[in-house]
Protein backbone atom coordinates (compact mmCIF):
# COMPACT_ATOMS: atom_id res chain seq x y z
CA UNK A 1 0.00 0.00 0.00
CA UNK A 2 3.13 2.48 0.95
CA UNK A 3 4.59 1.70 -2.28
CA UNK A 4 1.21 2.52 -4.55
CA UNK A 5 1.00 5.41 -2.41
CA UNK A 6 4.43 6.41 -2.89
CA UNK A 7 4.05 5.80 -7.15
CA UNK A 8 0.85 7.95 -7.23
CA UNK A 9 2.49 10.78 -5.72
CA UNK A 10 5.83 10.40 -7.50
CA UNK A 11 2.82 10.20 -10.61
CA UNK A 12 1.46 13.65 -9.74
CA UNK A 13 4.35 15.15 -9.46
CA UNK A 14 6.01 14.41 -12.77
CA UNK A 15 2.67 15.47 -14.42
CA UNK A 16 2.51 18.57 -12.49
CA UNK A 17 5.92 19.91 -12.94
CA UNK A 18 5.53 18.76 -16.50
CA UNK A 19 2.41 20.93 -16.66
CA UNK A 20 4.20 23.81 -14.89
CA UNK A 21 7.18 23.94 -16.71
CA UNK A 22 6.36 25.06 -20.02
CA UNK A 23 8.72 27.95 -20.20
CA UNK A 24 9.67 27.07 -23.50
CA UNK A 25 6.08 28.33 -24.78
CA UNK A 26 6.50 30.43 -27.44
CA UNK A 27 2.99 30.53 -28.51
CA UNK A 28 -0.12 31.78 -26.60
CA UNK A 29 -2.37 29.41 -25.25
CA UNK A 30 -5.12 29.13 -23.85
CA UNK A 31 -5.16 29.33 -19.54
CA UNK A 32 -6.73 27.60 -17.24
CA UNK A 33 -6.20 29.96 -13.61
CA UNK A 34 -7.65 27.35 -11.32
CA UNK A 35 -6.02 24.16 -12.89
CA UNK A 36 -2.72 26.10 -12.91
CA UNK A 37 -2.45 27.11 -9.85
CA UNK A 38 -3.94 23.56 -8.32
CA UNK A 39 -0.31 22.81 -9.93
CA UNK A 40 1.68 25.02 -8.05
CA UNK A 41 0.50 24.32 -4.62
CA UNK A 42 0.62 20.64 -5.83
CA UNK A 43 4.33 21.53 -6.35
CA UNK A 44 4.44 23.09 -3.09
CA UNK A 45 3.12 20.86 -0.78
CA UNK A 46 5.86 19.80 1.05
CA UNK A 47 5.76 23.60 2.42
CA UNK A 48 2.31 23.87 3.04
CA UNK A 49 1.30 20.67 4.00
CA UNK A 50 0.03 20.45 7.69
CA UNK A 51 1.69 23.55 8.19
CA UNK A 52 -0.59 26.13 6.02
CA UNK A 53 -4.63 26.03 5.09
CA UNK A 54 -5.11 26.96 1.77
CA UNK A 55 -8.90 28.67 1.17
CA UNK A 56 -9.52 28.61 -2.13
CA UNK A 57 -12.34 30.73 -4.25
CA UNK A 58 -12.44 30.23 -7.67
CA UNK A 59 -15.41 31.65 -9.52
CA UNK A 60 -16.97 29.32 -12.11
CA UNK A 61 -17.92 32.31 -14.69
CA UNK A 62 -14.09 32.98 -14.96
CA UNK A 63 -12.89 31.74 -18.72
CA UNK A 64 -9.58 30.68 -19.75
CA UNK A 65 -7.37 33.14 -20.51
CA UNK A 66 -4.86 33.94 -23.96
CA UNK A 67 -1.36 33.76 -22.35
CA UNK A 68 1.92 31.96 -21.44
CA UNK A 69 1.28 29.41 -19.14
CA UNK A 70 4.76 28.25 -17.86
CA UNK A 71 5.33 32.24 -17.14
CA UNK A 72 2.43 32.50 -15.13
CA UNK A 73 3.20 29.77 -13.27
CA UNK A 74 6.31 30.88 -12.41
CA UNK A 75 4.27 34.01 -10.63
CA UNK A 76 1.79 31.89 -8.96
CA UNK A 77 5.11 29.60 -7.53
CA UNK A 78 6.98 32.78 -6.57
CA UNK A 79 4.11 34.52 -4.91
CA UNK A 80 2.98 31.61 -2.87
CA UNK A 81 6.62 30.43 -2.31
CA UNK A 82 6.77 33.78 -0.62
CA UNK A 83 3.53 33.45 1.26
CA UNK A 84 4.65 30.52 2.86
CA UNK A 85 7.82 32.04 3.82
CA UNK A 86 5.73 35.08 5.72
CA UNK A 87 4.11 32.54 7.67
CA UNK A 88 7.09 30.10 8.50
CA UNK A 89 7.35 31.53 12.25
CA UNK A 90 3.93 30.62 12.36
CA UNK A 91 2.51 27.30 14.39
CA UNK A 92 -0.13 27.28 11.46
CA UNK A 93 -0.94 29.77 9.20
CA UNK A 94 -3.89 30.64 6.51
CA UNK A 95 -3.65 31.30 2.82
CA UNK A 96 -6.69 32.87 0.93
CA UNK A 97 -6.79 32.08 -3.30
CA UNK A 98 -9.38 33.76 -4.75
CA UNK A 99 -10.03 34.02 -8.21
CA UNK A 100 -12.64 35.89 -9.95
CA UNK A 101 -13.54 38.33 -13.21
CA UNK A 102 -12.85 41.85 -12.36
CA UNK A 103 -16.23 43.82 -12.52
CA UNK A 104 -14.54 47.11 -12.59
CA UNK A 105 -12.48 46.41 -15.87
CA UNK A 106 -16.05 45.29 -17.67
CA UNK A 107 -15.41 41.98 -16.87
CA UNK A 108 -12.65 41.80 -19.49
CA UNK A 109 -9.56 41.05 -16.64
CA UNK A 110 -9.13 38.01 -14.82
CA UNK A 111 -8.91 38.96 -10.83
CA UNK A 112 -6.05 36.75 -8.35
CA UNK A 113 -5.73 37.63 -5.10
CA UNK A 114 -3.41 35.64 -2.76
CA UNK A 115 -3.56 36.54 0.71
CA UNK A 116 -1.94 35.28 3.47
CA UNK A 117 -1.90 36.12 7.59
CA UNK A 118 1.76 36.85 7.63
CA UNK A 119 4.83 38.86 9.46
CA UNK A 120 3.49 41.75 6.65
CA UNK A 121 6.16 44.45 5.14
CA UNK A 122 6.58 47.70 5.76
CA UNK A 123 5.91 50.41 3.41
CA UNK A 124 9.42 50.70 2.92
CA UNK A 125 9.78 47.00 2.16
CA UNK A 126 6.69 46.72 0.07
CA UNK A 127 8.31 49.37 -1.70
CA UNK A 128 11.11 47.47 -2.78
CA UNK A 129 10.01 44.32 -3.60
CA UNK A 130 9.95 43.79 -7.50
CA UNK A 131 13.02 45.80 -7.57
CA UNK A 132 15.86 43.06 -8.93
CA UNK A 133 17.83 40.78 -5.96
CA UNK A 134 16.13 42.58 -3.13
CA UNK A 135 15.14 39.95 -0.98
CA UNK A 136 13.93 39.65 2.69
CA UNK A 137 15.15 35.77 2.86
CA UNK A 138 17.74 34.49 4.60
CA UNK A 139 21.26 34.38 2.09
CA UNK A 140 20.90 31.18 0.78
CA UNK A 141 17.10 31.07 0.52
CA UNK A 142 16.21 33.92 -1.35
CA UNK A 143 18.01 35.22 -5.27
CA UNK A 144 15.49 38.33 -5.04
CA UNK A 145 14.59 38.02 -8.73
CA UNK A 146 11.37 35.64 -8.48
CA UNK A 147 8.71 38.77 -7.36
CA UNK A 148 11.46 41.34 -10.34
CA UNK A 149 10.35 38.91 -12.96
CA UNK A 150 7.07 38.06 -11.93
CA UNK A 151 6.50 42.01 -12.53
CA UNK A 152 7.80 41.75 -16.31
CA UNK A 153 5.87 38.67 -16.72
CA UNK A 154 2.49 40.11 -15.91
CA UNK A 155 3.72 43.68 -17.61
CA UNK A 156 4.27 41.77 -21.31
CA UNK A 157 0.36 40.32 -20.21
CA UNK A 158 -0.37 43.37 -20.24
CA UNK A 159 -1.21 42.87 -16.90
CA UNK A 160 -1.41 44.66 -13.47
CA UNK A 161 0.42 43.49 -10.28
CA UNK A 162 -0.57 45.12 -7.10
CA UNK A 163 0.81 44.48 -3.37
CA UNK A 164 -1.20 45.34 0.02
CA UNK A 165 0.82 44.74 3.38
CA UNK A 166 0.85 45.55 7.02
CA UNK A 167 3.13 44.31 9.51
CA UNK A 168 2.22 41.74 11.63
CA UNK A 169 -1.14 41.25 9.85
CA UNK A 170 -0.46 39.39 6.48
CA UNK A 171 0.13 40.02 2.60
CA UNK A 172 -2.35 40.45 -0.22
CA UNK A 173 -0.79 40.27 -4.08
CA UNK A 174 -3.37 41.09 -6.94
CA UNK A 175 -3.35 40.05 -10.23
CA UNK A 176 -5.20 41.65 -13.52
CA UNK A 177 -5.12 39.64 -16.44
CA UNK A 178 -6.88 40.58 -19.72
CA UNK A 179 -8.81 37.78 -20.91
CA UNK A 180 -7.71 38.33 -24.64
CA UNK A 181 -3.93 38.61 -25.10
CA UNK A 182 -3.55 42.50 -26.33
CA UNK A 183 -0.96 41.85 -28.74
CA UNK A 184 -2.81 38.87 -30.23
CA UNK A 185 -5.61 41.22 -30.55
CA UNK A 186 -3.81 44.00 -32.35
CA UNK A 187 -3.25 41.12 -35.16
CA UNK A 188 -6.53 40.33 -35.38
CA UNK A 189 -7.44 43.64 -35.59
CA UNK A 190 -4.87 43.92 -38.21
CA UNK A 191 -5.96 41.33 -40.63
CA UNK A 192 -9.21 42.03 -40.86
CA UNK A 193 -8.09 45.85 -41.62
CA UNK A 194 -6.54 44.66 -44.56
CA UNK A 195 -9.17 41.86 -45.58
CA UNK A 196 -11.78 44.85 -45.68
CA UNK A 197 -9.15 46.93 -48.26
CA UNK A 198 -9.44 43.77 -50.19
CA UNK A 199 -12.79 43.96 -50.21
CA UNK A 200 -13.30 47.52 -51.18
CA UNK A 201 -10.45 46.42 -53.87
Known amino acids: KSCHEGTERTKNIILNLKDFSRME???????????????????LNNKFKNKITVHKDYHEDVPKIEGY????????????DNAAFAVSDMEHGDVWITIKKDEKYAAKYARIEIRDNGKGMSEETKNKIFNPFFTTKPVGQGTGLGLSISYKVIKNHNGIIDVQSEVGKGTTFTIKLPLVFEH???????????????VIK
Open 25 to 43: ETAITNVDLPKEIDSTLNI
Open 69 to 80: GGQLNQVFMNIL
Open 184 to 198: KQEIKETNEKKDDIE
